[in-house]
């Protein structure tokens, strides 16, 4: 069965940078697409990044672009999220997610049960 388990979230200081890896299995992760998606506290989901299966194609929402790099091993079968200059509105449960065509939603796809990052002083 697919599974996807989202590692290297934490505490980090305004300013400061995490990467996140993702770790996938149960399907030919090659062949996908893969995304991070964000929710903080009392807000929506948040489409964070998209890569396609080569590394080709990629999308960053406005939000995080220029601050945030999103990469893709196929070889070891992760998926990777690097923060940089993070902000305390940044501050959000992490998904990785293989996302189905439709609207956003964690009953669609399959997702990761999320990594928690939190940036504060």
């Known amino acids: 069965q697919v599974q996807l388990v989202e590692s290297g979230g934490g505490l980090v200081q305004p300013g400061g940078s995490l990467r996140l890896a993702c770790a996938a299995s149960?399907?030919?992760?090659?062949?996908?697409?893969m995304s991070w998606v964000r929710q903080a506290p009392g807000k929506g989901l948040e489409l964070v990044s998209n890569?396609?299966?080569?590394?080709?194609?990629?999308y960053y929402a406005d939000s995080v672009k220029g601050r945030f790099t999103i990469s893709r091993d196929n070889a070891k079968n992760t998926l990777y999220l690097q923060m940089t200059s993070l902000k305390p509105e940044d501050t959000a449960v992490y998904y990785c997610?293989?996302?189905?065509?439709?609207?956003?939603?964690?009953?669609?796809?399959?997702w990761g049960r999320g990594t928690q990052v939190t940036v504060s002083s």
């Open positions: 997610a293989k996302l189905s065509p439709g609207p956003l939603s964690r009953n669609s796809g399959y």
């Open positions: 149960g399907f030919t992760f090659s062949n996908y697409g």
């Open positions: 890569i396609d299966s080569s590394a080709f194609s990629l």
